[in-house]
């Protein structure tokens, strides 16, 4: 059994607010640390259960947060960034499953720290269909066949989880008080969470189907305000909304439209806020 692993950081137990999650700020180490021991507990038990090959994949921010040295040694594990597939570096039809740790909910949303991708994103469509990172990620293990197991994360994002994929199992390792306050659990009782639900999610595979992949799908992606909308549409092949923020991409299959959404939010950066 063959498992890929895609590890966020807002997600993860004890996690509130951006101090945890900017590695500039004085909780980032803290969070770092956590996040490869919550990542640990699902490959130890995953291994446990009969897995033969984990590939992890960091999936947040610069994508080198996960402490190589410390992280369990029989994986392989992809860092640093820009990759072509960012989130989902590495995924392929090869595997059996997926499973997403620190995972947050989309934006716009109820949830510790809930965006998608980037905070000058309010929302992400697919064919009209309302996703985030989540979303999204799962769209591309359907791509390949591969179904996602189980998503850890705050409440809000397994709720996400289990609106978006039937059976999933989720770990939701802290509620959300507000978008920068939780109720957490502590690192030892949700690493005992983690380690059961990956078991169950393990036991459940034949139960989880991959998501449905949309042929030719349309990205269409609404930023927060108008001069991101105007530097996303610099990418051939787009279309402004008139009068909206809103840039529309056909894509030829979904890893066209994923890669577009990369492109696209990174040119909107460039934009200021004012």
Same mark, same amino acid.
């Given at each position: 059994m063959k498992l890929y692993l895609s590890v966020d950081m807002e997600g993860i137990t004890g996690v509130p607010d951006h101090t945890f999650v900017d590695s500039s700020k004085h909780n980032y180490e803290r969070a770092r640390k956590i996040m490869t021991q919550e990542t640990n507990h699902v490959i130890e038990e %995953? =291994? @446990?259960?009969?897995a033969t090959? $984990?590939?992890v994949n960091d999936s947040h921010s610069k994508m080198n947060n996960l402490l190589i040295d410390e992280i369990h040694p029989d994986v392989s594990l992809i860092t640093g960034s820009v990759k072509p597939y960012s989130m989902v570096q590495g995924l392929d039809a090869g595997f059996d499953g997926a499973i997403f740790i620190g995972y947050h909910a989309r934006a716009a949303q109820k949830g510790v720290l809930s965006h998608s991708m980037t905070f000058g994103v @309010?929302? =992400?469509f697919i064919n009209d269909n309302h996703v985030g990172e989540l979303g999204l990620n799962a769209l591309m293990a359907g791509y390949y066949g591969v179904p996602v197991l189980m998503v850890a994360g705050d409440d809000c994002a %397994?709720?996400?989880a289990e609106d978006l994929v039937p059976n999933i199992v989720t770990a939701p390792v802290k509620e959300? $008080?507000? @978008?920068?306050a939780v109720k957490s659990l502590t690192p030892k009782k949700a690493g005992e969470l983690l380690r059961d639900r990956t078991a169950l999610a393990i036991d459940k595979?034949?139960?989880i189907k991959p998501l449905p992949s949309p042929d030719t799908p349309e990205l269409k992606i609404e930023f927060m305000n108008y001069g991101q909308a105007e530097w996303a549409h610099l990418m051939p092949g787009t279309k402004l909304e008139s009068d909206s923020t809103t840039v529309r991409f056909k894509a030829a299959h979904l890893l066209e439209a994923y890669q577009a959404m990369l492109v696209m939010t990174e040119l909107a950066m460039q934009a200021t806020s004012s």
């Open positions: %995953a =291994f @446990r259960k009969g090959e $984990i590939l @309010r929302n =992400f %397994a709720a996400e959300t $008080i507000s @978008r920068t595979r034949a139960e």
